[in-house]
């Protein structure tokens, strides 16, 4: 992975954990997804300032249709990829302005992020006993082992 695969950004850990903007909460009862909050507010400022103009440039509409299909596949149950194919519509588009289906789209995600929308599964419960898997690595030679207990 090279150098700066060790910085800041990159690796982490905690709960939650932050990956590629979608917040990932672990519990004993389950999983939790939802946008970060950061991404939600820097997302609502562009599709703000869109609505505001009145104009999304391509290359503007790639990119936050990029980062918007990403929290469609993670956490709207990928209701949201509907709302997204203006927005990657314009991204191809050499047109600003904005159509109406691109406005209501930008409206529905603003919509969306003021609603706080979560995507929360709970574990299945499994009559069999738990297992554990214990895993380590090295470098140098390259290997990897695994031991597993029933």
Same mark, same amino acid.
């Given at each position: 992975?090279?150098?700066?695969?060790?910085?800041?950004?990159?690796?982490?850990?905690?709960?939650?954990?932050?990956?590629?903007?979608?917040?990932?909460?672990?519990?004993?009862?389950?999983?939790?997804?939802?946008?970060?909050?950061?991404?939600?507010?820097?997302?609502?400022?562009?599709?703000?300032?869109?609505?505001?103009? /009145?104009?999304?440039?391509?290359?503007?509409? =790639?990119?936050?249709?990029?980062? $918007?299909?990403?929290? !469609?596949? @993670? *956490?709207?149950?990928?209701?949201?990829?509907?709302?997204?194919?203006?927005?990657?519509?314009?991204?191809?588009?050499?047109?600003?302005?904005?159509?109406?289906?691109?406005?209501?789209?930008?409206?529905?995600?603003?919509?969306?992020?003021?609603?706080?929308?979560? /995507?929360?599964?709970?574990?299945?419960?499994? =009559?069999?006993?738990?297992?554990? $898997?214990?895993?380590? !690595?090295? @470098? *140098?030679?390259?290997?990897?082992?695994?031991?597993?207990?029933?």
């Amino acid at each position: 992975m090279g150098t700066s695969a060790i910085s800041e950004k990159k690796l982490c850990a905690g709960n939650p954990l932050v990956v590629l903007g979608i917040e990932i909460k672990l519990s004993a009862s389950g999983i939790v997804f939802k946008p970060a909050e950061d991404k939600i507010c820097k997302w609502s400022a562009r599709i703000g300032k869109a609505l505001e103009q /009145e104009m999304l440039s391509p290359g503007e509409a =790639s990119k936050l249709g990029g980062a $918007l299909q990403w929290a !469609a596949q @993670s *956490t709207f149950r990928r209701l949201g990829r509907a709302m997204v194919r203006p927005i990657t519509k314009q991204g191809h588009s050499r047109s600003s302005t904005l159509s109406k289906e691109l406005k209501w789209a930008l409206q529905w995600w603003l919509e969306v992020f003021e609603m706080g929308i979560v /995507e929360e599964r709970k574990w299945k419960t499994c =009559s069999m006993p738990p297992v554990h $898997l214990f895993c380590d !690595a090295r @470098s *140098t030679p390259p290997r990897i082992a695994a031991v597993l207990f029933k």
